[in-house]
């Protein structure tokens, strides 16, 4: 039944959308969870890892990350734990995602599988998260710890290896599993060297996802090293302020993931109810101003970002993409979701930021 009614909002959504309907009858059914915004990483394309992160650093209370979850099972389809920070630091990490799996939430995870010891390995396979995906940023060592500054290439596959390997002997079907590599272009490999690496992967991972690197919003306009688009002649209003927020560790909620600075805060959940924020004056104007193309008066975050420049696919745009097919998901499994991104990416009539390898 929850899942037909998540369905149901999504279309509500689409249709809100296209109506240029700003004060929604529709909750957001994707949501993306912040456990905390620490990371032992030092990456070259992150916010976080670069220092352009000026909020406090944190971890979010459990009893608060418990309130959140009673107050969003009913309509939440998923949380995706992870926004700026490495998850797995967090010390009730685990608790996190069986409270949210046991209140019938999708728990996917992004993480960077540096702490994925084997005790953990086998925490997480029993926590009850419906997908996981590995950020593993290159097909060799030299390019993976360039990117991901602060890691080991060998100890992190390992680590990736034995959990999918324990996922087999187990005889698991969930987690969906992800490999994420993001396409920087930093270092040298040759085709051998990348199918070797691939190979190791065959009949254990479910998906390798090659995926754009962006300049996170506006975060890094100032280098040309990663994408954006440039919005002259095509421009969708985002959508993903139609059907999906996120909900840093401290409460505060922003319109999107590239808030890593909480630029534009549209409430704290210790102070309002989560669908009182979501029809709040200023999730309103930026949805208006989203459709008048105003947005940069509103969030300059905005300027550069690849959502915006993402087409729309028979009517659908990208964001509320990224939740209709979470939400037939919770119908059908997930094969759907790794067909979607195939048929997007066959019916291409413009750049998408990722790309179904198997
Ligand atoms: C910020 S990370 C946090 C999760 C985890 N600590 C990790 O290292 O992957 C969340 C996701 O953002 C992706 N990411 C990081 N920088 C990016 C960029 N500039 N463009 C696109 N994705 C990026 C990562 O690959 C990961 O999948």
Not at 1 to 23: T, V, W
Not at 246 to 266: K, Q, S
Request: glycine share 6%; aromatic share 10%; charged share 25%.
């Amino acid at each position: 039944m929850k899942k037909a009614k998540i369905l149901f909002n999504n279309i509500k959504a689409l249709r809100n959308y296209h109506q240029h309907r700003i004060e929604l009858n529709n909750p957001p059914s994707f949501i993306w969870l912040e456990p905390t915004n620490h990371c032992n990483l030092k990456c070259i394309m992150c916010p976080n890892g670069t220092d352009m992160v000026n909020v406090q650093k944190g971890r979010m209370e459990y009893e608060l990350y418990k309130n959140i979850i009673d107050e969003i099972k009913d309509y939440a389809s998923s949380i995706t734990l992870a926004i700026g920070g490495e998850s797995m630091m967090h010390s009730e990490f685990f608790d996190m995602i069986k409270y949210a799996s046991s209140n019938g939430i999708k728990v996917l995870l992004n993480t960077n599988a540096t702490l994925l010891n084997r005790e953990k390995a086998d925490l997480l396979l029993e926590s009850g998260v419906s997908s996981v995906s590995f950020a593993f940023d290159g097909f060799n060592k030299e390019m993976y710890e360039k990117a991901r500054v602060g890691s080991n290439f060998d100890k992190t596959l390992e680590n990736i290896l034995y959990f999918l390997e324990l996922k087999k002997k187990k005889m698991l079907k969930l987690p969906y599993t992800v490999l994420s590599i993001l396409m920087l272009e930093i270092g040298n490999y040759t085709e051998e060297e990348k199918c070797s690496f691939l190979k190791r992967f065959n009949n254990l991972i479910d998906e390798v996802r090659l995926r754009e690197v962006s300049t996170w919003g506006n975060t890094f306009k100032d280098t040309d090293e990663f994408s954006f688009r440039k919005h002259n002649g095509f421009f969708a209003p985002c959508s993903r302020i139609w059907s999906t927020t996120c909900i840093m560790w401290n409460g505060d909620v922003v319109p999107c993931i590239y808030n890593a600075n909480h630029e534009y805060v549209l409430g704290n959940i210790k102070d309002n109810g989560l669908l009182d924020i979501w029809n709040n004056q200023k999730i309103v104007q930026l949805r208006k101003s989203m459709l008048e193309g105003t947005y940069l008066d509103i969030s300059p975050l905005c300027e550069n970002c690849i959502v915006l420049g993402t087409p729309t696919m028979l009517g659908i745009p990208s964001g509320i993409r990224l939740t209709l097919t979470d939400a037939v998901t919770n119908i059908i499994g997930y094969n759907f979701e790794k067909f979607a991104l195939y048929f997007a990416n066959k019916l291409k009539r413009g750049k998408f930021s990722s790309v179904t390898l198997n």
